[in-house]
Structure formats: structure tokens, C-alpha cells
């Protein structure tokens, strides 16, 4: 079973920077495409940023320009970078990746979250 683990998360001003790492073990994610969610007070979940295996990228509107994904097969981690940050970023931000090795028995990896809390 797959396992994801954020890190990174933490207290930042408005115009600062993080980098979120999210560690997987239990299988490699290699040829997995691996998203980057976040979840703010009384909102739904968003989809903020995908890479493919392929290493294509895309990302939410409200963080093109100011956000990076990237991957490191070797580490078997994923990260997001995130740079000019707005008080709108706070949130709990989630790593995810389906697992389909068995696409009978597939299923959803969800990190445990990471707190990103941007001050104004």
C-alpha cells in the first residue's frame, strides 16, 4: 500500500516562499501523475497543481506563475514550490496519486496534509 507524507507546510508573510515536499513509500510513483490539493476553512478541496510521469504540468489559475511542481524519481518524492505567496494560499495542502499497478484494485493515496498559513 502506497503511503503519502507531506512536509514543509508552516507560518509565512505574504510575499514569501515554501517548498512542500511530499514523500511516498510503499511502491514507487514513478509513472504515476501526482497532484497537489489544498483544502481552506469551510471550502471544498482544489486540484492546485499536476505533474504526469511524463513530467507535463499543469495548474490552477489562481497560482500559474507563482507555483512549481516537480518530481524526483530517485527520492521518490514530489514537490511544490511556491513562491509569492497571498493570504488566500492558507490552507491544508494534500498530496494525491491514484494507484493503478492492478486497475481492478485501484485506489486513491492521500497524504495527511501539511498547514501552509501566509500572514498579510
Known amino acids: 500500500q502506497v503511503q503519502l507524507v507531506e512536509s514543509g507546510g508552516g507560518l509565512v508573510k505574504a510575499g514569501g516562499s515554501l517548498r512542500l515536499s511530499c514523500a511516498a513509500s510503499g511502491g514507487r510513483i514513478g509513472r504515476n501523475d501526482m497532484d497537489w490539493y489544498r483544502q481552506a476553512p469551510g471550502k471544498q478541496r482544489e486540484l492546485v497543481a499536476s505533474?504526469?510521469?511524463?513530467?507535463?504540468?499543469n495548474y490552477a489559475d489562481s497560482v500559474k506563475g507563482r507555483f512549481t511542481i516537480s518530481r524526483d524519481g530517485a527520492k521518490n518524492t514530489v514537490y511544490l514550490q511556491m513562491n509569492s505567496l497571498k493570504p488566500e494560499d492558507t490552507a491544508v495542502y494534500y498530496c494525491?496519486?491514484?494507484?493503478?499497478?492492478?486497475?481492478?484494485?485501484?485506489?486513491?493515496?492521500w497524504g495527511q496534509g501539511t498547514q501552509v498559513t501566509v500572514s498579510s
Open positions: 505533474i504526469t510521469g511524463g513530467g507535463i504540468t
Open positions: 494525491h496519486t491514484r494507484i493503478a499497478v492492478v486497475i481492478e484494485a485501484q485506489y486513491d493515496a
